[in-house]
């Protein structure tokens, strides 16, 4: 006879070589963080595993990480809006933390102290990330996109009260399960990746953790799919998704149609010798790149500089999609309204109020980045309405 579980949360999977303790968690739970030591002292396992990457386990470890951003590497590299959205999640998690009292993941940091502690061998099993972001990013259209940014932007201002005993529902599987089948339904590509996937993904890498026994760690919502992968014997390999899709062959042209539309056109202006027609259509598009993406990085809150450099940039970077407006006007931004250091050790806790993304100086660099970058593409297509006159 099977003897009964430590935890409640906790469910047994029988391997041909192992036998593994799944535990469900609440990522901003006390009792999450409590019955994870309990596990790890009553299963006494071999190997722990934990739904965290690398990164993401540095950054539980170091929590003033912040202090070091250098923001004008992210802006110069491109990963202005990347940054801005793991602040989003980040800035959503610490609202329900603070209702609780707990820091989001310490029940994960807690399974990797507690399995240290222990002389057990720790395993980080989820994918980084940045490779599911991209992941989810890519795979979803154009609509699904903008549904998925304004569900983003939407928790990131929305005031969440929660308690243990919310918590207590959240970790039980049948009300994960309804929520994840709505996400389902509303974004099916980004719970396929979000969820589906990282389902396989962790399955596969807590199938090949050595040792008899083996307890993983994770959020709730991920355990009845890794217990199905596991009992249907899924392939170990994760190779396939660990890949970042390639960008499609319409988003790979569209950034060097639009330039060539709009010097094509220039050009047959010239060419019908309406010099005249031609300066009426440079300024068209000058004044809406340059207006509306200065309109951008003021609604942002940038600098006059700032906002200056968005006016003078956008008509220029639109015709070349190798540098956007936004990384102009976040460096300057950068410059000229210098974060402080106290800026960065606030950051997350500035990001729980919306008052907070344009009082702090980290967050309004990245909201300049933002909004002039739409404030200019939006300023592209505007342009096109009166080009067409060359025509």
């Given amino acids: 006879m099977t003897p009964p579980l430590p935890e409640p949360d906790l ?35 071999d190997r ?16 003033d990480r912040w202090r070091q951003l250098d923001l004008a590497r992210v802006l110069r590299e491109g990963k202005g809006t990347f940054l801005l959205a793991n602040l989003a999640m980040a800035a959503f998690q610490r609202r329900l933390g603070l209702h609780t009292g707990v820091r989001p993941g310490a029940e994960l940091l807690a399974a990797v102290e507690a399995a240290e502690a222990a002389g057990a061998a720790v395993d980080l099993v989820d994918r980084p990330i940045r490779t599911t972001l991209l992941r989810v990013w890519r795979r979803t259209g154009l609509w699904k996109k903008l549904s998925l940014a304004a569900t983003l932007v939407a928790g990131a201002f929305e005031d969440v009260a929660v308690d243990e005993d919310d918590l207590a529902r959240l970790r039980q599987t049948d009300t994960l399960t309804a929520v994840l089948e709505e996400v389902g339904e509303a974004l099916p590509a980004a719970k396929a990746v979000l ?58 042209l569209v950034p060097w149609t639009i330039p060539a539309v709009v010097l094509a056109l220039f050009a047959a202006g ?33 600098h006059p500089l700032a906002i200056a450099s968005a006016f003078v940039a956008a008509p220029i970077t639109s015709l070349n999609p190798t540098v956007g407006a936004g990384m102009v006007t976040g460096l300057v931004q950068a410059w000229a309204g210098k974060p402080r250091v106290q800026d960065l050790e606030n950051l997350l806790d500035d990001l729980s109020g919306w008052r907070g993304w344009w009082t702090n100086r980290v967050s309004r660099v990245l909201l300049v980045f933002v909004f002039s ?16 006159d060359l025509v």
């Fill in 373 to 388: 970058n739409l404030g200019s593409s939006l300023g592209t297509f505007v342009a096109f309405g009166w080009l067409k």
């Fill in 11 to 45: 469910t047994r999977v029988d391997l041909p070589d192992k036998t593994v303790y799944l535990l469900g968690t609440a990522h901003v739970s006390r009792e999450s963080v409590d019955a994870v030591r309990r596990a790890v002292a009553a299963l006494a396992p």
């Fill in 195 to 252: 969820i589906d996937e990282r389902d396989r993904y962790m399955a596969a890498r807590v199938r090949r953790a050595q040792g008899d026994t083996v307890l993983a760690v994770v959020g709730a919502g991920h355990v009845p799919g890794m217990v199905r992968e596991m009992e249907l014997g899924a392939p170990a390999d994760t190779a396939e998704l660990d890949r970042i899709p390639d960008k499609t062959l319409l988003s790979r």
């Fill in 270 to 302: 010239f060419v019908a010798g309406d010099t005249r027609q031609v300066g009426q259509a440079a300024w068209a598009w000058v004044l809406a790149n340059g207006t509306l993406a200065a309109a951008g990085a003021a609604l942002a809150l940038g």
């Fill in 48 to 63: 722990v595993c934990v739904e965290l990457d690398p990164q993401r386990l540095d950054a539980l470890r170091n929590p």
